[in-house]
């Protein structure tokens, strides 16, 4: 098998997986998700073989740092409540 047939392979078998997971095992389903990408973009000898420039480690860190920051904020956030509609005087 060529290192093509992995690249789509393996997101394509999570994916397949990911489908028959519960709905509440949120954490498992975006794991699983992370680590099917992580494998299958990885650098040689399983990726393209193409050479990772230190600037594509560092942006890679900075975007998995805000999704999961975003992620653990969403959680806490107080409930939105709307204002009461303004009423206008007539005079």
């Known amino acids: 098998m060529s290192i093509?047939?992995?690249i789509i392979g393996l997101p394509l078998l999570a994916a397949i997986v990911l489908a028959f997971v519960p709905r509440n095992f949120a954490v498992v389903?975006?794991?699983v998700a992370v680590a099917a990408?992580?494998?299958s973009a990885a650098?040689?000898?399983w990726g393209f073989q193409q050479?990772?420039?230190?600037?594509?480690?560092?942006g890679t860190i900075l975007l998995l740092g805000v999704i999961l920051f975003l992620g653990w904020t969403?959680?806490?956030t107080p409930p939105v409540t709307?204002?009461?509609p303004v009423e206008l005087v007539a005079g």
Do not use: C, D, S
């Open 51 to 58: 050479q990772v420039f230190p600037a594509q480690i560092v």
């Open 29 to 31: 389903m975006r794991a």
């Open 37 to 39: 990408t992580l494998i």
């Open 4 to 6: 093509l047939t992995y």
């Open 82 to 84: 709307q204002a009461r």
């Open 74 to 76: 969403k959680e806490k």
């Open 43 to 45: 650098p040689a000898p």
